[in-house]
């Protein structure tokens, strides 16, 4: 068998990009090396709910095991808080596949090496984390997330946990004598958790199986034709983003390069903080980031971290304000926000009609057809930033009620080939002839 091989076209912040082909690397192999006395603490921590003002979350309650440690249900937010009623302001990511994740720059080269450096890499939807470490003390301290009173309450919790032994075992039997120190041991820990446990990088998808030429790894027809979908520079175009192929430390492909871009996701009127019309997430340039400013010019306002697609087909809530609650209205959006916008986007000053017409499409955010109005395009964006949105494909500006670039029978192949991303991929014994995303 040949090795697989993906094309691979490029991605930068502006949005020139060329193709070239590489080929899927080699799969690491897991094997079982115990985990360290700091990732075994860390392991503890990851679920211990006592770690919380509420005593009832821990990073597991967010972060489930079940759902590739992303939220367990459909919510765009997750409420927290000491009395878990305070919401966030953000979906939560799965934490699979963050061990390449390079710290956040304004300039990284991309992964591609033909894109131009953009910026790139770091945790969260706006790279505010340097390292898994840094990434932890956000959710221990946040008010509407574990909202533990400060390091020291932290601290303190951890002496009294069942674990403490193991905690001085891994870091010193004095460690507790310092808050400071056996705080970001805390958070070392539970990086070195993330790093070390292989079921945050397990690598068992069947995409894993056909990129290491392994049995039970053959696409059907309809997986391969999604997954040119997905690197075909003239119709889905992911690859542009969410590809980054050749061998970081060997490791097969993460389906992100870590580049940011804005690509005009709709308002989420779900989020609480977005009854302030005055609210807006601007990915880089804040609010919770807060070294770029929010100023008119400033080229980053509105960009996001192109997430990974790997397990993306178990999650239910898409984008980073979870507005989204389907993979296959996800892709839709890709395919007709430029072309629909009136179904992705509030229209104000028409009239709705009582029926819509037979041809509008449902599968939008929203269902009523309006005669006259004017649609809020990018309604989740100040106006002095809407030049920053991206304008590669499949989003490439075309007009209104023109031809999306994907047709019905790419956007089925596009998630047959998603669905290959899904971990724990068990292979039939017998390969079925018929059925979806088989011919
Ligand atoms: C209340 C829900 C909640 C809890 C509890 C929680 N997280 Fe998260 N996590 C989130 C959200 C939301 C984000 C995205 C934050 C952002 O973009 O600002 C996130 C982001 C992350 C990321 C970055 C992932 C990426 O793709 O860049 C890591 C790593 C992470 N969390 C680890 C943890 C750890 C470790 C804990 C426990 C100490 C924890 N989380 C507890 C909701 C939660
Ligand atoms: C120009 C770069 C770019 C291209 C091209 C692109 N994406 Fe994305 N993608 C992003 C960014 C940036 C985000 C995060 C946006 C946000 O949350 O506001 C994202 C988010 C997503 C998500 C949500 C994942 C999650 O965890 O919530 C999915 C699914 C997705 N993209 C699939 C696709 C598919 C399928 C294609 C091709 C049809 C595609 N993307 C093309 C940049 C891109």
Redesign the pocket.
């Known amino acids: 068998m040949i090795a697989a091989a993906l094309a691979l076209s490029a991605c930068g912040g502006g949005g020139n990009s060329t193709s070239s082909a590489v080929t899927a690397p080699a799969i690491p192999s897991s094997p079982a090396i115990p985990l360290s006395l700091a990732a075994q603490v860390g392991e503890k ?2 679920s211990d709910t006592t ?2 003002g509420s005593g009832k ?3 597991a ?3 489930a095991q079940s759902a590739a440690y992303g ?1 367990p249900n459909d919510l765009a ?4 808080g000491t009395d878990l009623k305070a919401p ?8 699979r596949y ?1 061990e390449f ?1 390079p710290p956040y720059a304004d300039l990284l080269d991309n992964p591609d090496g033909i894109s131009v450096p953009g910026p790139g890499g ?8 340097a390292t ?1 470490a840094d ?2 003390k ?3 301290l ?1 008010p ?3 909202a533990n009173a400060s390091a020291a309450d932290v601290v303190a919790k951890l002496q009294a946990a069942p674990y403490a032994e193991l905690f001085r075992q891994a870091f010193g039997s004095a460690i507790f004598g310092k808050t400071d120190s056996a705080f970001s041991s805390a958070l070392q820990a ?1 990086q070195a958790y ?1 790093l070390e446990d292989p079921d945050f990088h397990p690598y068992s998808s069947k995409f894993d199986l056909y990129a290491g030429n392994k049995i039970g790894g053959t696409l059907t027809m309809a997986e391969v034709r999604g997954m040119k979908v997905l690197t075909d520079p003239n119709s889905g175009n992911c690859a542009s983003c969410h590809y980054q192929g050749a061998g970081l430390n060997g490791s097969s492909a993460l389906f992100t390069d870590f580049s940011y871009q804005a690509i005009g996701v709709p308002r989420n009127v779900a989020i609480q903080a977005n009854a302030d019309p005055t609210y807006f997430d601007l990915g880089l340039c804040g609010p ?1 980031r807060t070294d770029h400013p929010a100023a008119p010019g400033n080229a980053f306002c509105g960009m996001v ?1 192109a ?2 697609l790997r397990n993306v087909a178990t999650r239910k809530s898409f984008f ?1 304000n979870g507005v989204m609650h389907s993979l296959e209205q996800v892709i839709r959006f890709y395919n007709t926000r430029d072309t629909l916008p009136e179904i992705w986007y509030p229209t104000v000053g028409g009239t709705p009609k009582a029926t819509a017409d037979p041809s509008f499409p449902t599968y939008g955010l929203i269902t009523t057809q309006y005669v006259g109005g004017t649609v809020q395009k990018f309604n989740d964006l100040p106006p002095q930033f809407v030049g920053n949105i991206d304008t590669q494909m499949p989003m490439d500006g075309r007009a209104a009620h023109s031809r999306p670039p994907m047709s019905e029978q790419n956007i089925a192949d596009l998630l047959c080939f998603l669905n290959t991303l899904t971990d724990g991929y068990k292979a039939p014994a017998t390969s079925p002839t018929s059925g979806a995303c088989i011919q």
């Open positions: 921590i990851f770690l919380s979350m821990s990073c309650t967010c972060h939220p937010v997750q409420l927290g966030g302001t953000r979906a939560v990511p799965s934490l963050k994740t770091g945790y969260t939807w706006d790279g505010r984390a898994l990434q932890a956000i959710p221990l946040a509407n997330e574990m539970l993330q919770l971290k997430p990974t980073h």
